[in-house]
C-alpha cells in the first residue's frame, strides 16, 4: 500500500488547488515566511533546470517549405507533372504542378502561424519576480525561478510560474490568454485565509492560484511556485501545439481520394504517351518496353 507521503505528491502534482498551503509547503520543502535557503536554490537550479519554455530550434524558411512536399500524394504528383512535362504536355504539368505548389504554400503558411504561436507562449513567461530567499527579498529574471520559491505579485507584473497562492490582498489576474475570460479574475483565500477547492475545479475558477503568463491587474499577493517551464499550463499548451500533426488544407480530406485515383491514372497515362513517344521515334517501329 502506498505511503501518505507518496499519495500526496501523487495528488500534488495535478491538483494543488485541492491541497492546504501547509501541505503544499512541506511537499515541496520550503518556508511560507523566508522561502527557498540559497544553498537548496542552487542545488534545485541544478536539478530542474531554468524556467523556459522549449522551443524547437527554428528551420530555414526555404526547408520548411520544401518539407511540404515530403507527403507521398504529392511526390506522385510531382511525378506526374514531369513525365507530362517529358513527353511535351507543358499544360498538363503546369497545371498538376501549381496544384502542388498551392497545396504546400498553404500548409507553409499553416505551420509558421503554430510556430508563431508557440514563440509568443514562450514570451508570455519571460519576465521579472520578486522572490524571498533566506528571508530576503530579490528581483531575478523569471528563468531563475524554482519549485518552492516564494513570490511576491504586485499590480502590473506577469505571474512569472504557476503558483499557489498563500496572501492575497484585493488580487485581480487576468487569466484571458489560458481561460478566455474577457475580464479579470478576483483571487481569494476564504475566510479562513486557506481556500480549499474541490479536485473537479476547472482551471478558470481556481481562485487560490495563479498561471503562468497572467498579469496582475489590481492588488497584491504571494504564492508557491508549484509548477515551472513546459509544466506549467501554459507550457502544456506549447506542447500540445507541438505534438500537433502537420496541418493540412481544410479540403484535403475530401479531394484527397480524388487526387489519389486521379495521379494514378495521370502516372499512368504518362507511362503509356511516353511509350508511344518512345516507339514513334524507333526507326524499327515500334517495341515492347
Not at 23 to 46: D, F, Y
Not at 62 to 74: A, D, H, R, S, T
Not at 204 to 219: H, I, K, L, W
Request: glycine share 8%; net charge neutral; with cysteine.
Amino acid at each position: 500500500m502506498p505511503s501518505r507521503a507518496a499519495n500526496d505528491v501523487e495528488v500534488a502534482e495535478q491538483y494543488w488547488h485541492y491541497l492546504e498551503i501547509s501541505k503544499v509547503a512541506t511537499i515541496l520543502e520550503t518556508n511560507l515566511e523566508s522561502g527557498l535557503e540559497p544553498t537548496e536554490a542552487n542545488h534545485r537550479q541544478q536539478k530542474f533546470g531554468p524556467n523556459e519554455l522549449t522551443v524547437k530550434a527554428a528551420k530555414p524558411a526555404w526547408l520548411k517549405f520544401i518539407l511540404q512536399f515530403n507527403q507521398p500524394l504529392l511526390i506522385i504528383l510531382l511525378s506526374a507533372g514531369l513525365i507530362k512535362a517529358v513527353i511535351g504536355e507543358w499544360l498538363n504539368a503546369s497545371v498538376i504542378w501549381g496544384v502542388t505548389t498551392t497545396n504546400a504554400t498553404i500548409s507553409f503558411i499553416q505551420e509558421a502561424g503554430a510556430e508563431k504561436k508557440i514563440e509568443a507562449l514562450a514570451q508570455a513567461v519571460t519576465t521579472e519576480a520578486t522572490v524571498i530567499r533566506g528571508g530576503k527579498k530579490l528581483r531575478i529574471p523569471s528563468k531563475e525561478l524554482l519549485v518552492g520559491d516564494l513570490v511576491i505579485l504586485t499590480n502590473g507584473d506577469k505571474v512569472p510560474a504557476d503558483l499557489r497562492l498563500v496572501k492575497v490582498r484585493d488580487l485581480q489576474i487576468d487569466e484571458s490568454g489560458l481561460t478566455g475570460e474577457s475580464v479579470a479574475v478576483e483571487k481569494e483565500l476564504g475566510q479562513s485565509g486557506d481556500l480549499v477547492l474541490p479536485q473537479e475545479t476547472p482551471l478558470a475558477e481556481r481562485d487560490n492560484m495563479a498561471y503562468a503568463g497572467s498579469f496582475v491587474t489590481f492588488g497584491q499577493g504571494s504564492g508557491i511556485v508549484i509548477a515551472i517551464a513546459n509544466k506549467t499550463e501554459t507550457g502544456k499548451i506549447s506542447q500540445l501545439f507541438r505534438s500537433a500533426p502537420r496541418p493540412h488544407h481544410p479540403l484535403n480530406p475530401q479531394i484527397q481520394p480524388i487526387q489519389s485515383k486521379l495521379a494514378v491514372i495521370r502516372v499512368g497515362n504518362g507511362n503509356l504517351d511516353l511509350r508511344s513517344q518512345i516507339g514513334a521515334a524507333s526507326p524499327c517501329g515500334g517495341f515492347s518496353l
